[in-house]
């Protein structure tokens, strides 16, 4: 089994919804967590529109990153462009791999929502494509 580790600068919106979806996408295949670099809850917007495309994500907690500094992580996967810039050192193998997402929670009051759930959509694709390319070869093992 995999271990993957999402982190963004708040832990509160796109490493949320990047750890909701690996972790269905991934199913027994792999353990997925979520941490921030500066952490500050996770976003009541994050849990709503994952609840609307049927991923629970209400039970998640806003971690910190160095939590997982001596955990076995096969992948740490960061969601901005500032958790990449301030990532700590992971004193293990894990695979480091970048895809920066828009920050939803920037986006002006009136339109808040509906970015939300582009940005959820947008991650929901390259969780389940990450998922399809990285653990198929695994599956079987």
Not at 63 to 78: A, G, M, Q, W
């Amino acid at each position: 089994m995999k271990t993957i580790l999402v982190l963004c600068t708040g832990n509160s919106a796109r490493s949320q919804m990047a750890h909701g979806y690996l972790q269905y996408f991934a199913g027994d295949r792999a353990t997925v967590y979520s941490a921030g670099v500066a952490p500050h809850g996770v976003n009541p917007l994050a849990t709503q529109v994952m609840a609307e495309d049927g991923v629970d994500i209400s039970h998640h907690t806003s971690n910190h990153v160095d939590e997982y500094l001596n955990s076995p992580i096969d992948y740490v996967i960061t969601v901005c462009d500032n958790a990449r810039e301030q990532c700590p050192y992971f004193p293990s193998t894990a695979e480091m791999i970048h895809h920066s997402f828009t920050d939803p929670s920037h986006a002006p009051e009136s339109e808040r929502l509906a970015q939300f759930r582009v940005v959820r959509d947008q991650i929901k694709q390259y969780s389940k494509q990450f998922i399809n390319e990285r653990l198929t070869e695994s599956a079987g093992a």
